[in-house]
T-cell receptor, first 115, second 111 residues
């Protein structure tokens, strides 16, 4: 069964450093998403991406965040200057975009710890 | 007011028990409704979509009441493997729109 993959599974970084989280969505999917989940909190939407541009973003997704689809398979989330409060689990998700195919499939997540 | 509210639990039930979870949502224009399951430190996984007519998948039954903005999940004959956090999820629009998650209800099924 096709699945969303994410790398790395864990990342530890120093405050102020840049991090890039990588995702490989399911191959024929067209819509991509990033969510985050701070420990003990709910899953929160960050950004959605379609047709090589951001289609929607939340107020969490400020100027320190950016997304990119550098090639036909990867979808990345960059955090330019990490803060302590960026520590969270980051999930990538994708959907096919077809009618009736709006189910979002989640990757296993990247656990980010900012020290 | 929180967009999606759930009783956080935990619900501790013996194997074989029936357990019900409830959820309310604040946006009356919400279009799609789901229950996701999340195991500890894992990603959310779709358990089932929720339709106005109610729907059943094996031991799981979901109900939606649009007038009351209320969603429920019933699990019959609980198994140890049902232990997880159950997330109530809605979307504000139809189509490929962001999911809005509740904080989840934790279930522990005890032998």
């Amino acid at each position: 069964e096709p699945e969303v993959t994410q790398t790395p599974s864990h990342q530890v970084t120093q405050m102020g450093q840049e991090v890039i989280l990588r995702c490989v969505p399911i191959s024929n999917h067209l819509y991509f998403y990033w969510y985050r989940q701070i420990l003990g909190q709910k899953v929160e939407f960050l950004v959605s991406f379609y047709n090589n541009e951001i289609s929607e973003k939340s107020e969490i997704f400020d100027d320190q965040f950016s997304v990119e689809r550098p090639d036909g398979s990867n979808f990345t989330l960059k955090i330019r200057s990490t803060k302590l409060e960026d520590s969270a689990m980051y999930f990538c998700a994708s959907t096919s975009g077809l009618a009736g195919g709006e189910t979002q499939y989640f990757g296993p997540g990247t656990r980010l710890l900012v020290l | 007011r929180k967009e999606v509210e759930q009783d956080p639990g935990p619900f501790n039930v013996p194997e074989g028990a029936t357990v019900a979870f409830n959820c309310t949502y604040s946006n009356s224009a919400s279009q799609s409704f789901f229950w996701y399951r999340q195991d500890c430190r894992k990603e959310p996984k779709l358990l089932m979509s929720v339709y106005s007519s109610g729907n059943e998948d094996g031991r799981f039954t979901a109900q939606l009441n649009r007038a009351s903005q209320y969603i429920s999940l019933l699990i019959r004959d609980s198994k140890l493997s049902d232990s997880a956090t159950y997330l109530c999820v809605v979307t504000p629009n139809s189509g490929n729109t962001p999911l809005v998650f509740g904080k989840g209800t934790r279930l522990s099924v005890i032998a």
